[in-house]
């Protein structure tokens, strides 16, 4: 392992190179989605070019309904009141329509991030929403409120107490039944939050509220609290109608792959019962256990293989998610700043998923995924992907400190999580371009195909992804 010269050859990943021209849409083609996470809507908007120029393609966005716009706290935006108007701190209806205008005038689609699951724990736990004092606020103030709306008759009521499960709080969270049918809940005395019963009224509303969206121009569903709808509520709202050219993926969060007793409770059954894409959170944690002192980086040859990533096309690909900082019981997935750049390179690197940024603005962690989105190593990596975007994937190397593989001709990818530097070798035969400099985004730094046989550096805790020139 401390050899400076790698010898050897391996082809652990075998898929056959695809040309740009005839990728999949769904697997090779996969965009990079940027989380702007608690962004404003204006805000959004006039960043469209620069997130056009790095070469984002899509925009996921705070959830699109009425919350709460006292204080700007980002859980607010996950406790509906109203999803009939759009009104929080981070925006309403005319900004985010103003937002979805000027990113596809960049080419750039909008994902709204949507919550289904439940309503808003307030009013002293109240099942009524939007409740009396905004009914008459909407009344009194009808004309800015018609310019919210996006669906329904605002003088009455949205929904009443038997729009609801009953008052219990999840207290077994490996309990099917209870995750799906009860409330999350804080510490006792914490009401909880009110937790949706899929009636036939309570799914007309949804199946409006998301055509509402997408006849404003939204082009994808990340659905909130995935794992605590059952899938024949999803279903029912879900319509082909509705999922026609949209892309839904969902959040269940898992603490392994194939083998976790919560994949097959709850994503397993979520991939099987719906056709939604989800987060890869299998990935998530080989990646964080493979770039561990103890981990090998050869367990990131052929994940999905091993039952540690979901299949490329019904996967959303990611170091980190806004889960992860924002909850206590999921830091502990949090990696440090150079391994989150390794995984990173890994998601941006590979063929399967599409894969996601996060660009935070709460100022978690003292600002640390403020701005990522714009990061020197987030463009270049940007950049290689959509290089190599439709092209296969073959492996060159994988052992405990580097994996290696290859974009069809046109790039290579090298990961070192070690603190030596490693040479892989290239066996070059009609699997790269001759006499042509390959050059890595990060550092410039170029080599070229002149002999049957190629040795590449990769520096300690580094990664290197060159692309022909």
Not at 138 to 153: E, I, V
Not at 348 to 373: C, E, H, I
């Amino acid at each position: 392992m401390n050899k400076k010269v790698l010898s050897g050859w391996r082809n652990a990943l075998k898929s056959t190179a695809v040309a740009a021209s005839l990728c999949i849409p769904s697997l090779a083609c996969a965009d990079v989605i940027l989380h702007a996470f608690n962004w404003s809507y204006t805000d959004v908007k006039n960043k469209a070019s620069e997130i056009s120029s790095i070469g984002y393609k899509a925009v996921l966005v705070a959830p699109p309904l009425k919350s709460a716009k006292n204080g700007c706290e980002w859980w607010q935006r996950y406790q509906p009141q109203d999803w009939r108007v759009i009104d929080h701190c981070l925006g309403n209806k005319e900004s985010f329509k103003a937002m979805i205008d000027a990113l596809q005038a960049k080419g750039v689609v909008v994902y709204a991030d949507i919550v289904l699951n439940h309503m808003a724990n307030e009013r002293n736990g109240a099942t009524d929403f939007p409740g009396n004092s905004t009914l008459v606020d909407y009344a009194n103030n009808r004309t800015y409120w018609n310019k919210q709306k996006l669906f329904g008759n605002l003088d009455n009521g949205l929904l009443s107490p038997w729009d609801f499960h009953e008052a219990k709080c999840i207290s077994n969270y490996n309990d099917v039944w209870q995750v799906q049918n009860w409330r999350i809940c804080g510490a006792y005395p914490d009401k909880g939050l009110p937790d949706l019963n899929p009636n036939s009224y309570v799914v007309d509303q949804q199946r409006a509220y998301l055509q509402a969206l997408k006849n404003l121009g939204v082009k994808g569903f990340r659905v909130d609290a995935a794992k605590h709808m059952t899938n024949w509520h999803m279903n029912q709202i879900f319509t082909s109608s509705i999922k026609s050219g949209m892309h839904v993926f969902g959040e269940v969060i898992t603490g392994g792959g194939t083998s976790s007793s919560d994949y097959q409770q709850f994503l397993g059954p979520y991939l099987s019962g719906t056709d939604h894409d989800a987060y890869d959170f299998p990935l998530l944690n080989a990646m964080r256990n493979a770039l561990q002192p103890n981990g090998w980086m050869s367990s990131l040859d052929n994940p999905v293989a091993g039952g540690n990533a979901l299949p490329g096309d019904r996967a959303v690909t990611m170091p980190i998610t806004h889960d992860i900082p924002t909850n206590a019981g999921f830091r502990y997935l949090i990696m440090n700043t150079t391994d989150e750049h390794l995984a990173y390179a890994y998601v941006l690197g590979r063929k399967d998923g599409a894969p996601m940024v996060f660009s935070d603005q709460t100022g978690t962690d003292g600002g640390r995924w403020v701005n990522d989105y714009k990061q020197s190593d987030i463009k270049a990596m940007v950049k290689f992907h959509n290089r190599v975007k439709g092209q296969g994937q073959e492996g060159i190397w994988a052992d405990q400190c580097v994996l290696a593989f290859r974009r069809g001709k046109e790039g290579v990818v090298g990961i070192n999580k070690c603190g030596e530097e490693k040479w892989i070798k290239l066996n070059t035969n009609e699997k790269y371009y001759w006499y042509r400099n390959y050059t890595d985004v990060f550092s410039g730094e170029t080599f070229s195909i002149d002999a049957s046989v190629k040795w590449i550096r990769i520096p300690p805790r580094a990664a290197r992804m060159w692309t022909a020139s």
